[in-house]
């Protein structure tokens, strides 16, 4: 099957879960082509099966903002008809699902029919779709799909709660591809972090407000008076500014390394002892399982998604957002035992098996297949 992907080239959870996809997706022998502005930052080599094409924005300045939806539409349009492609993924209702309907209705013009699956990844639900100046773009844009599919259940619910959605919304998990991290690093270079001695908690995020950034230094500076500690704080935003002077108020800047965005995730888990996660809220909880692969016991709120990721008492802790002396107590249970961290890492580990993309795969292929079997039945 030819499948065009249309996602969020950045570091951001949807943009790398929809390139992972994609290289799944032709791995299995399905040609895909990637449509964005920019080559996923995930998307390290093309082939024979796997295609990038550039949006290309014109700069007039008729305009405040630059049109992207319409340069996308006319990119999909043009894509669909050179390459015959026979599906449309669009991951992240708005723009794209909204560009991937003018691009389905011009292309209908001319006797060609595609179908469209959405993918809801969270924050074009909770965030930006839920704003009155974009929910009614957003429930149009939903509607018009020929199928959606949520990253959660959590999700899924808030969908329903926001937005009046006609038809029914598949849940088809985040994945993990496990064959990737099947090869430990022989060299970590934890030296270069920390001392023998010291625990390694991490850290990684956008930096933005729903992350919680000041949580995650106030929990690690409580850890740090029990057990001697560094974090790793990886990633950039706006909170990250705020981060450095709270970790200077409370005297602990000696202790916490901001690396900023990395392509090393892999490495930096490697090490790690630890991962905290005590946002606000998460579509599913993506970071979580990067962290449980890489056999790190996790310390979450429990809103959102994460529950469904990070399992109590298995694969690390959950608490209730906001509650800084829980997470640090539960974080000090895990890692002043030796025996305990182990076991923590070993059914981390568990856990994300279970997300395997080898087992998340046949999900999203049985959405095609259906998808594309009933693509004439509007017509």
């Known amino acids: 099957m030819k499948i065009a992907i249309v996602c969020y080239p950045t570091f951001g959870g949807s943009g790398v879960v929809a390139t992972e996809l994609g290289i799944a997706l032709a791995n ?5 082509h990637f449509i964005t502005y920019r080559q996923p930052v995930r ?3 093309l082939s024979n099966k796997i295609f990038f094409h550039e949006v290309h924005v014109p700069e007039y300045p008729l305009f405040h903002y630059q049109p992207y939806e319409l340069a996308l539409s006319s990119k999909l349009v043009d894509t669909i008809k050179l390459h015959k492609i026979d599906l449309l993924h669009v991951h992240y209702a708005i723009p794209h699902a909204y560009a991937g309907y003018m691009a389905k209705k011009m292309l ?5 029919f595609v179908p469209m699956i959405t993918t809801l990844h969270g924050t074009d639900i909770t965030l930006v779709g839920k704003h009155p100046f974009y929910k009614p773009a957003v429930t149009f844009s939903i509607n018009q799909s020929d199928v959606v599919t949520s990253v959660s259940e959590s999700l899924k619910k808030g969908t329903l709660e926001i937005f009046d959605i006609k038809g029914e919304i598949e849940v088809i998990p985040n994945f ?3 064959k990737k991290y099947s090869k430990s690093f022989t060299d970590c270079q934890r030296s270069n972090m920390a001392t023998e001695d010291e625990r390694i908690v ?3 995020s956008n930096f933005r407000k729903v992350k919680r950034i000041p949580d995650v230094i106030k ?3 409580k850890i740090q008076i029990e057990i001697p500690s560094k974090l790793i704080m990886v990633g950039e935003g706006p909170e990250k500014e705020g ?3 709270l970790c200077e108020e409370l005297g602990i800047a000696d202790k916490v390394i901001f690396l900023g965005n990395s392509n090393e995730i892999d490495k930096i888990l490697c090490f790690s002892d630890l991962f905290l996660l005590p946002s606000e809220t998460e579509s599913f909880g993506l970071a979580a399982l990067e962290a449980m692969i890489n056999k790190v016991p996790v310390i979450s709120s429990n809103a959102g998604g994460i529950p469904e990721v990070n399992k109590e008492g298995v694969s690390g802790f959950l608490s209730d957002v906001g509650d800084i002396e829980d997470m640090a107590s539960k974080a000090i249970t895990i890692l002043k035992n030796d025996e305990v961290l182990e076991r923590f890492k070993l059914n981390a580990l568990n856990e994300a098996h279970k997300f395997d993309i080898q087992k998340v795969l046949p999900l999203y292929e049985e959405v095609y297949e259906r998808a594309f079997k009933g693509r004439f039945k509007n017509v």
């Open 219 to 221: 929990v690690f500076s």
């Open 43 to 45: 998307l390290e080599l």
């Open 176 to 178: 993990i591809d496990a």
């Open 28 to 32: 299995r022998g399905h040609e895909i």
């Open 243 to 245: 981060a450095e002077r």
């Open 202 to 204: 991490t850290h990684i």
């Open 108 to 112: 209908e013009e001319e006797g060609i």
